[in-house]
């Protein structure tokens, strides 16, 4: 499912959070999460788990350059969840 589309500086690290607290049925938690980039000049950083949140940051790209982010998301009950966000990299 797509998630949104996003501008991301050029360059830039930045913190993303994914909030899954409203698909998860109670007690289901996230046991994992993969988060992959498209791009060759941004890179997806230290994702983690964090309650029901998936954190990970961006790093890089280029001006102009559009990429997909893709999560991977299982939880506790073996449900898995693909997700994707669109960043367009734009100028300082």
Do not use: Q
Request: proline share 2%.
């Amino acid at each position: 499912m797509l998630l949104g589309s996003k501008a991301h500086t050029e360059n830039d690290t930045k913190r993303w959070r994914i909030d899954y607290s409203r698909w998860l049925e109670n007690p289901a938690t996230i046991e994992s999460a993969v988060v992959t980039s498209s791009s060759l000049t941004c890179t997806v950083d230290d994702s983690v788990v964090l309650g029901k949140e998936v954190i990970f940051f961006l790093t890089g790209g280029m001006r102009g350059e559009t990429l997909v982010v893709s999560i991977e998301m299982t939880d506790t009950d073996g449900n898995v969840k693909h997700d994707t966000i669109s960043f367009t990299c734009v100028a300082p």
